[in-house]
Structures are given as C-alpha cells and as structure tokens.
C-alpha cells in the first residue's frame, strides 16, 4: 500500500511486526506472494473507502460519528494462522481512534471469518467484560475482515519452548516465561472464560480453540507480580468454532482434552478425537482445569 490516494484519504501502512508477506499462509505454495498479498491490499483498500457508505470505514463512521476526511494509517502489528492483524489509526489534526483490523490468511475461507465475527458477538452480548468488542465486518475480492476494539499492545499469551508465558510488545516484542505460579493461574482463567461463555440459551459452547499464541490477550494493565490481576486482564479475541452440547458434556469436554498438549497439525486433532483442544501446545494438570471450572462456574452466577 506505501502512501497511497484512496478517494481523498492518505493510506499509509507500517510493519511494526515486519513484512506481512513473510507470514502467509498459503493455500497454494506455489503461488507468487506479492500478488497474494496484492489481493490482501485491494480488500484493505476497499475496506478504508471512504466514498463507499458500506466499506468498513463508512460502517466505522456511522456508529461511531467518527468525522469526515480522515486519514488512514495500517500498521502491521502481528499474525495468526488464520488472520493478519492490522493497526488502524483515523485521524486527523485533531482527532485519532484506533481500531484493531483481521483479515483472513490466503489459507482461510471467507466464510471462517465471517462465523468468527458473529461468534464474538454472541459472546460479547453474554459477558461484555472478558471478550473483546467486534464492531463491524466487511468483504470485498478475496478476502472478508472485522473490526474490533484495539487494546493497546496487547501481550499474547503462548506455550513454547517448554514453558507458558507470553509475548510482550513493549519495549521490544519478546517472550517472557511464567512462573510456575503465574502460569496456573493464567490458564487456570482461560479454561474458566471458556466455562463462562458457554451459551446456555443455544446450548453450545466455544470449541477449535488455539490457546497457544492466538486466543486470549492480558492488557498491560495486568501485573505479574500478582496473580489475582490476571482476571480482569485477560480477553477471548477469538472464536472460530461452536458444538452445539449439554453444558455438563462441555465440561467433561474441557477435563478430558486439555490434559493433552496439542498442535493443529497433530494426527490427534486431524482425526477429529479433538473438539475444543486444537492447539494448546502444553498439557494442563487436572487441578488447574478444575481451578479452571470452578472459577468459570462462580463468573457465570
């Protein structure tokens, strides 16, 4: 994109994270990547059209009474297996919102996108507090994105190199192992947000999670020092999947799966013997999943 005109608003893009180009995921290996990531680009632009009242910036716009004229600004700040995610700064001289743009990986079906999107909104209309805010969809080519509430360098929590922790943009993108301490009680809580949004209205609960790098986020806010902090930090920012189950074989679900480490490309998980566990990459004990279910049961009284 560079600096480009787009119908009277400067579009800039960044690569905080670097190229985006370096981190996609291909239905095709043989494909050219500059004109897969061409594709990506057009939706991008399309999206932040302002002479287009559909386009993401013109939905943004009306819910937000967000002013006319502004200039756009993508900063490439991470990627997942199934989105690339964007920073978009609107502003002008005086005025700036920032909101947080995933758009679908070459690999991922338009259609994957669009059920994230209105699974997090299920979620957010169950408990505002713990899910980020999706705001808007759009779809234009190739490739459908959303809109979601930006939290400000958001660290990602993962399992690797034999430990939990998490990656921390600030100062440098980076990753910090847990305590033993700390990593109980880390996902301890994300098997209780799991216990939390289960619908019991429709009767399903969140399943193909990957809790390893790409499901839940701790704010800055939250201090390391101090487990009790991790709660009211933490967010589900993904959703891709639902089963439709009793909320008892839900849980019994939860106990029986994530006691495996799993990765998406594990024989395991392709055979289907997976239904929520698709990529935690690091086994739970039985205690911290039933720490986990216990606390996911008191949120939701």
């Avoid at 057009?42 to 932040?48: P, R």
Wanted: with cysteine; glycine share 6%.
């Amino acid at each position: 994109m560079g600096k480009e005109s787009n119908n009277g608003t400067q579009f800039q893009e960044k690569k905080t994270f670097g190229n985006p180009v370096f981190y996609l995921r291909l239905q095709d290996k043989e494909n050219d990547l500059d004109v897969v990531y061409g594709e990506i680009r057009k939706t991008l632009n399309a999206a932040f059209d302002e002479d287009n009242k559909d386009s993401l910036l013109g939905q943004l716009s009306r819910k937000f009474e967000l002013p006319k004229g502004l200039h756009t600004q993508l900063d490439f700040i991470n990627y997942g297996n199934t989105q690339l995610v964007y920073l978009a700064t609107l502003f002008n001289d005086n005025f700036a919102k920032q909101f947080t743009i995933l758009i679908n990986q070459p690999s991922t079906k338009l259609e994957t996108v669009k059920n994230e999107f209105d699974n997090l909104q299920n979620l957010f209309k169950i408990d505002s507090r713990f899910v980020v805010e999706p705001h808007v969809f759009f779809t234009d080519g190739k490739h459908s994105l959303y809109a979601t509430t930006y939290i400000e360098k958001a660290r990602c929590i993962y399992s690797g190199y034999g430990k939990w922790g998490m990656f921390d943009p600030k100062p440098i993108y980076r990753f910090i192992p847990f305590s033993q301490e700390v990593s109980d009680s880390v996902t301890s809580n994300m098997v209780a947000l799991l216990v939390r949004y289960y619908d019991e209205k429709r009767g399903v609960g969140i399943s193909r999670t990957q809790l390893n790098g790409d499901d839940f986020i701790l704010s800055q806010g939250w201090n390391q020092n101090n487990p009790n902090t991790v709660l009211e930090n933490m967010k589900l920012i993904s959703a891709r999947g639902t089963i439709k189950t009793s909320f008892d074989e839900y849980l019994d679900i939860l106990r029986n799966e994530f006691i495996t480490g799993t990765h998406y490309r594990d024989e395991i998980v392709k055979r289907g013997e997976m239904i929520v566990n698709f990529k935690s990459g690091l086994p739970m004990s039985e205690k911290v999943i039933e720490d986990g279910i216990v606390l996911g049961l008191s949120l939701r009284n």
